[in-house]
């Protein structure tokens, strides 16, 4: 904002970005951590991109673009790793403003190559996380969040709930009437109609980047459609629309633009207040009234009394909390249906063990046992790629069931070992990530002591 509207537009769209209301719905109402986390990064990545647009504006070209890859690229990485659907939903928005400062840039081949180089290292650094995303999602049931209670058609925003919608902490329904706020923000709203009027009147005469100005209003009022069932044929045309589950999540986007956007307001304050302390005075005072305007929903409305043995009881791990989500569980997998059925131990029972011993650890199960005779042993644990079987120290094949892994075992006494190993992929992804962490140490050590690149 600072770069776009000076120091003052900048403190103007850094509170309002800070205090839109889609922020304090993530973390008081949604509990949505992963997207409260991505929220950070957007401006990063986008700052990243711009300070490259700036520095290969000029007719040399320094150093300082491994700088700013570097930043793009951190604020990239982080927003993959913290929330995948952010990461989705922001890709879009950031080519198009690439592909409109390309146009605008003086240095093209340098801003192309430096870009690129930017998303190659952001997807490096998280490709630990994203790799194997890609390619063991097979084995699980993620996709049945697409459709059914999070179907997208069902939960699109009727536009009056972005200007007024109550505030609840209930969840999103298919009619107009919502147990959570679709507000964009009364402030927002009003500061941003007072952007555009001054961005409209006043980018001529004060220099102001007319092309981005009106990327950040368009950049608005597209990801404010997005949230309308408006927007349907978009979200029917484009089959990977249906993972982000909920139109609205786009008031992320929308609440980035319209925040940055904002900050132009200042420019026709400034104009109309010449006198440079009574202009001081108008921004901080604007400032305060956003502030104590949001402060509200920015607070926890209610407190209850809960002691951490609320929550790590066995009841409540096994049962309530484990039941909440399972579309990270094989497909068909045998879900208890009570807490009865759930298993207390992974050894299932059986008449032809007569004695078992357990050491279970995350990813380390452990099991000393004592057949009578020659038997299937049940082992409770969903499969996933990675798990390995020992019988007496060397590796034995199972079967793979919807109740868990089953293993023969002749009679005697014996070690039951079942342990959970990366995949080859995962261990790829984790040297790619470690080769772009590496790029990053030789880039940074190139920023500091590097000379001048012509």
């Keep these: 904002g600072k770069e776009l509207w000076g120091k003052a537009g900048g403190l103007l769209s850094a509170i309002l970005y800070v205090y839109a209301p889609y922020h304090a719905l993530n973390v008081y109402v949604r509990g949505a951590v992963g997207e409260f986390w991505a929220y950070a990064f957007v401006p990063l990545v986008f700052f990243g991109v711009y300070k490259l647009f700036q520095v290969n504006s000029k007719v040399s070209v320094t150093r300082k673009n491994l700088w700013w890859v570097s930043i793009g690229a951190l604020g990239y990485a982080a927003i993959i790793i913290s929330h995948n659907l952010t990461a989705m939903m922001v890709t879009p928005f950031l080519l198009l403003f690439i592909f409109l400062l390309l146009f605008i840039v003086k240095q093209k081949k340098h801003f192309i190559l430096y870009t690129l180089f930017l998303f190659l290292l952001g997807l490096s650094f998280s490709a630990f996380y994203w790799l194997p995303v890609f390619s063991e999602m097979q084995y699980t049931n993620v996709t049945s969040v697409v459709g059914g209670g999070s179907d997208y058609k069902d939960h699109f925003v009727c536009s009056f709930q972005l200007w007024d919608s109550q505030w609840g902490y209930g969840g999103s329904a298919p009619t107009c009437v919502d147990g959570l706020s679709f507000m964009i923000g009364k402030l927002h709203v009003l500061f ?245 962490i590496f790029i990053l140490v030789i880039v940074i050590i190139k920023v500091i002591y590097g000379k001048k690149i012509t």
């Design 192 to 436: 941003f109609l007072f952007a555009v009027i001054s961005f409209v009147f006043l980018h001529r005469k004060n220099n102001i980047p007319g092309s981005l100005g009106w990327f950040l209003i368009g950049g608005t009022l597209f990801s404010l459609f997005l949230l309308l069932k408006e927007s349907k044929f978009l979200w029917d045309s484009i089959s990977q629309m249906a993972f982000l589950q909920f139109p609205w999540r786009f008031l992320l986007i929308a609440s980035f633009f319209i925040s940055l956007f904002a900050g132009a307001g200042v420019l026709l304050i400034r104009k109309i207040i010449k006198h440079v302390i009574v202009f001081v005075i108008a921004v901080f005072v604007s400032l305060f009234v956003i502030i104590i305007f949001y402060q509200e929903v920015f607070v926890a409305q209610e407190h209850f009394s809960r002691s951490a043995e609320d929550y790590t009881t066995n009841e409540t791990l096994w049962w309530k909390t484990s039941k909440i989500s399972d579309e990270y569980l094989p497909k068909n997998f045998d879900k208890p249906k009570d807490i009865h059925d759930v298993p207390e131990t992974k050894i299932a029972p059986n008449p032809d063990i007569t004695d078992v011993s357990i050491t279970e650890k995350t990813h380390v199960i452990l099991a000393k046992l004592s057949v009578a005779k020659q038997t299937d042993i049940l082992v409770r644990q969903a499969y996933f790629p990675g798990w390995v079987m020992q019988l007496d120290g060397k590796d034995i094949s199972y079967q793979v069931t919807n109740k868990g892994l089953l293993v023969p075992v002749p009679p005697g006494e014996h070690k039951l070992a079942l342990q959970f190993e990366q995949s080859g992929v995962a261990k790829t992804a984790n040297a790619i990530s470690l080769a772009g």
